[in-house]
């Protein structure tokens, strides 16, 4: 194979420190940083006015969901979802979803995502469309069993027929984790068999748990234990559980959460929207927990924006806690890069920009006015930036967006192909 090279010269690199200087990659990697004078490459990008960052890993999103966007704004989650969104996904079928991921795929490219980690339906669909984007995904059918053994069986067996067709697909872009939707909607049998089937492949698990107070009175009533205390009891938990949202957690879960090595997914923007209520991050993270960044789906978000997410999450635990020093800018910038990578353990390959690692990067524009005056870099990311400032885009080497014009897919097109399909799903409900 011809290597292929890119120089991202004269930049300032946010990272371990911020330091001013040049990113060679070959290929899909970083061959070197230096801050010696411009090198020759294939493709020379400058940096000049802008900052370089790893991608940001999105560790929580149901992609295709961008369909409903808007669908059923001001409701609480039980509403939400038994009168409005199961309805409508009733009616899904493999093109909606594709539709629904492209979408979403291109959102996330122009704010800067590289890496995210989705749980919702037809997954070879959507992994069909996060190939032709060039992101990197973990991808997970979403599993419901409400104690059926007919639903249970047929769960297993199209989780299977995703593993098999989409693990490891797109050059290794794509892997699949399984993902039980949560502990009130499975069964124990459903549970234990995805942690046997966990143990026995190596995949990760991504699951919601503990999103409202609704959900942990239905857990504590039907299983005598709150939802993490009931996950551990039945041996569910390890250091292969991505948990999303995890809201609502008494000290002694907290200790397990710890103890089992589980990673949380934080969606600030969600759980507000939803009144699920607010997450004890800054407790869970001074205890040692390895908490990450997610939006959500864009029906309960409603945007896909991990910049805005950063803002949000810093903001919301500050003034929870009546506290301006918990959840520091630095802090948040790792929970949306490292930590999301080491929770889908990528954390070799992807979230900090080093030698040796994938070359997923993001430019951003600084020559803005409300990033003016351009002085404390990582300060003007988290509480000043938002998506729109993004301007170059790279993933595994490959270059999707360039000084904020798309490399891949057509965007007119997929926009058009979204609007019809949500449309034609909606008039069906």
């Known amino acids: 194979m011809e290597t292929k090279s890119i120089l991202i010269d004269n930049v300032t690199i946010l990272g371990n420190g ?12 970083i061959i070197e940083i230096t801050n010696k ?13 802008k900052v370089l960052m790893p991608g940001l890993v999105n560790t929580h999103t149901h992609l295709s969901m961008s369909l409903l966007r808007g669908l059923a704004d001001d409701l609480p989650l039980d509403t939400w979802l038994n009168d409005h969104i199961w309805p409508v996904e009733a009616n899904l079928n493999g093109e909606y979803c594709y539709a629904g991921a492209l979408l979403a795929c291109i959102e996330m490219i122009k704010s800067g995502t590289t890496t995210f980690n989705d749980m919702y339906f037809f997954m070879d669909d959507v992994a069909k469309a996060v190939d032709e984007s060039g992101l990197r995904g973990m991808l997970s059918h979403g599993m419901i069993d409400l104690g059926d053994e007919e639903k249970r069986k047929a769960e297993f067996k199209e989780t299977m027929r995703i593993i098999e067709k989409c693990h490891n697909a797109a050059d290794g872009r794509i ?15 459903l549970l234990m068999g995805v942690r046997e089937k966990a143990n026995k492949m190596g995949l990760k698990i991504h699951i919601h748990v503990s999103e409202t107070e609704f959900e942990v009175q239905q857990v504590t009533e039907a299983h005598g234990a709150r939802p993490f205390e009931y996950l551990n009891e039945i041996g569910f938990l390890g250091d292969d559980v991505i948990a999303a949202h995890a809201v609502w957690l008494s000290d002694k879960e907290i200790e397990i959460i710890k103890e089992k090595g589980v ?12 009144a699920s209520g607010i997450s004890p991050i800054s407790k869970l993270i001074e205890s040692g927990v390895n908490v990450t960044l997610g939006t959500d789906g864009a029906a309960s978000n409603n945007n896909l924006d991990m910049i805005e997410e950063m803002k949000l ?5 500050k003034v929870n806690m009546v506290d301006s020093t918990v959840l520091p800018a630095e802090k948040i910038f790792e929970m949306a890069t490292i930590d999301g990578a080491r929770a889908l353990g990528l954390q070799d390959e992807i979230g900090t920009i080093e030698v040796g690692k994938k070359a997923d990067l993001v430019l951003l524009d600084m020559k803005t006015p409300h990033l003016t005056p351009f002085r404390h870099p990582m300060s003007h990311l988290v509480y000043s930036a938002n998506g729109g400032d993004v301007d ?13 014009e798309l490399k891949v897919l057509d965007e007119a097109e997929v926009i058009k192909l979204a609007e019809d399909s949500a449309k034609e799903l909606l008039s069906k409900s």
């Open 313 to 317: 999450a810093a903001l919301l635990q």
């Open 263 to 274: 990673s949380l997914s934080h969606n600030p923007a969600s759980n507000m929207k939803l």
């Open 392 to 404: 170059t885009v790279i993933c595994n080497g490959e270059i999707l967006m360039q000084n904020k």
């Open 175 to 189: 892997k699949v984790a399984l993902g039980p939707h949560a502990p009130y909607t499975c069964s124990e049998e």
């Open 18 to 29: 911020i330091k001013k200087g040049s990113v060679i990659i070959e290929n899909d990697k």
């Open 37 to 49: 004078g411009q090198k020759d490459a294939d493709e020379i990008i400058n940096g000049e006015k």
